[in-house]
């Protein structure tokens, strides 16, 4: 931050108070310190830069066909879907902006506090408007002087470039608020993105109705078009390129901890794509017993296992959801390939499962049933028959969690979908979703031997539904324990 950038002028250095406060809060106004003079002096003398004969975006076909579907789902409806806006890390700091899905979804756009409007235009369905904040005016000095001008923040749009890129009119945000007050008849809007843009529809639109659309636009993800798979599968390749990564620099993670292995992940995803599409879970040792292990503090051993839950995000906001669980060594032990190769005999039967007409519960069916023969085999789950520790969900005790999820610009996508349209669905071409069986033994856990403790492993990979069955997208990565050991040695060297 630079915040020394602030002009200095003799009145300045008089007014503690005033030279110390934010620029940001001074918003379109002068600051005070500065003279006639050099207000006039930063008006002019700046080029014309203006972009002209822009391309579209390359999903600007696709944002119109989805805009197209929700304009026939809610005829003579206004429809209101925000960006959302910078959230404040600490003081004048703010996290990395992340427009929400629903809004990337539908305009291809990422700006934050930008707002898609569909209006109602009567046969002719709606009449979609983006508002975005315009390039800076230079001549009342918001350009230099505000906090979101273009000297601090960089150069944006015009309202005319960003036509152009996403084949959506523009108008300028600020008028927007006006816009909704003076809007009649029925609106919706998604909750949760923008506190300004639901204050200002508090008394048109209803809880009820506004989630209908929340619904509409979760299921509509349901299946993926052309250009989302493609970001998938790029997402993939990304992905595969950071495991590789993180393989390549274990001896440096061995040295330090998790972190290395987090850290080197992030560097790829940030120089392929636009970050990480969940916090990865670096878990080594028995941190792979943890679901959700995102501290990523703990040591990395030789002799241990890797579990390694990451996804590069793509600069269009498709995210990978991938596993794959590593001797650090780049050798299992006996028992841990045996876990290993149980795991992966569960997800092969899940991947199986996956094809068009199958149920939504057909892979998690599947793999369950092969990890609880695994169980009942080793003798921890008794007398009992397997079929009547599925029955009882036993062997959840140690699977702990769903088989997979929706896959897309959310790490667990559709994720507000109707039981109907989604658990209780059946699946299509186009449908993606991750295939993720695990065996955890808790280090605390009594019931398992004691060689068994402490061991965590999970395999998951992004399977796309296609008309003829499945394709996995993360297959540049190895999954059979033996493949899985030869990919390390060559990485290693
Ligand atoms: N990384 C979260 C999940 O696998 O669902
Ligand atoms: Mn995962
Ligand atoms: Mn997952």
Redesign the pocket.
């Known amino acids: 931050m630079s915040e020394e950038l602030i002009p200095e002028t003799p009145e300045q250095e008089t007014e503690e108070n005033e030279a110390a406060e934010p620029i940001k809060q001074r918003k379109n106004g002068l600051y005070p310190g500065v003279s006639d003079e050099l207000a006039e002096n930063m008006k002019s003398g700046w080029a014309d830069t203006e972009l002209h004969g822009l391309e579209p975006i390359a999903q600007a076909a696709h944002t119109a066909a989805r805009r197209a579907a929700l304009s026939a789902r809610f005829p003579g409806e206004r429809l209101v879907i925000p960006a959302g806006n910078l959230k404040t890390r600490s003081n004048d700091t703010e996290y990395a902006f992340r427009a929400s899905t629903e809004y990337a979804y539908l305009t291809g756009d990422q700006t934050q506090d930008g707002v898609l409007v569909l209006e109602p235009a009567g046969d002719s369905g709606h009449r979609a408007t983006i508002y975005l904040l315009p390039r800076s005016n230079r001549e009342n000095g918001e350009f230099w002087l505000d906090g979101q001008g273009e000297l601090w923040v960089g150069r944006r749009h015009s309202l005319a470039e960003a036509e152009q890129l996403l084949g959506i009119p523009a108008k300028d945000v600020r008028e927007i608020a006006a816009a909704l007050a003076e809007a009649s008849g029925p609106v919706r809007n998604v909750r949760g993105h923008d506190a300004a843009i639901e204050a200002a529809l508090t008394d048109k639109v209803t809880a009820e109705r506004d989630e209908e659309l929340r619904v509409y636009l979760s299921e509509a993800r349901l299946v993926k078009d052309a250009f989302e798979i493609a970001e998938l599968q790029k997402a993939c390749d990304a992905t595969a390129r950071g495991f590789e990564d993180v393989v390549r620099s274990l001896d440096k993670a061995e040295a330090t901890s998790e972190r290395f292995i987090e850290g080197t992940f992030f560097l790829r995803a940030r120089i392929e794509g636009n970050d990480i599409g969940?916090g990865s879970?670096c878990a080594a040792g028995p941190h792979a017993t943890t679901?959700?292990w995102v501290r990523n503090d703990g040591a990395v051993r030789a002799g241990e296992l890797l579990l390694l839950?990451?996804?590069v995000e793509t600069n269009d906001l498709y995210t990978a959801?991938v596993?794959r669980t590593l001797p650090i060594n780049g050798t299992f032990s006996p028992l841990q390939r045996t876990i290993y190769d149980a795991v992966y005999e569960a997800q092969e039967a899940g991947i199986a499962a996956v094809k068009p007409g199958a149920s939504f519960r057909d892979f998690h069916d599947a793999s369950q049933r092969v990890l609880a023969e695994k169980l009942v085999e080793w003798g921890l789950l008794g007398d009992l028959s397997v079929d009547k520790v599925l029955e009882l969900g036993l062997q959840r005790r140690w699977t702990l969690?769903g088989t997979?999820?929706m896959l897309g610009m959310d790490?667990?996508d559709c994720a507000v979908a109707r039981t109907e349209a989604y658990v209780d669905g059946v699946l299509e071409p186009g449908v993606c979703l991750?295939v993720?069986p695990g065996l955890y033994f808790q280090a605390d856990d009594l019931t398992v031997p004691e060689e068994y403790r402490g061991i965590g492993v999970?395999i998951?990979d992004d399977i796309l539904v296609t008309e003829d069955g499945n394709r996995n997208l993360s297959d540049k990565l190895p999954r059979r324990a033996d493949e899985v050991e030869a990919w390390m040695a060559q990485l290693k060297g």
């Open positions: 969940y879970i679901l959700h839950d990451a996804g959801d596993t969690h997979g999820h790490v667990h991750t993720e999970r998951e």
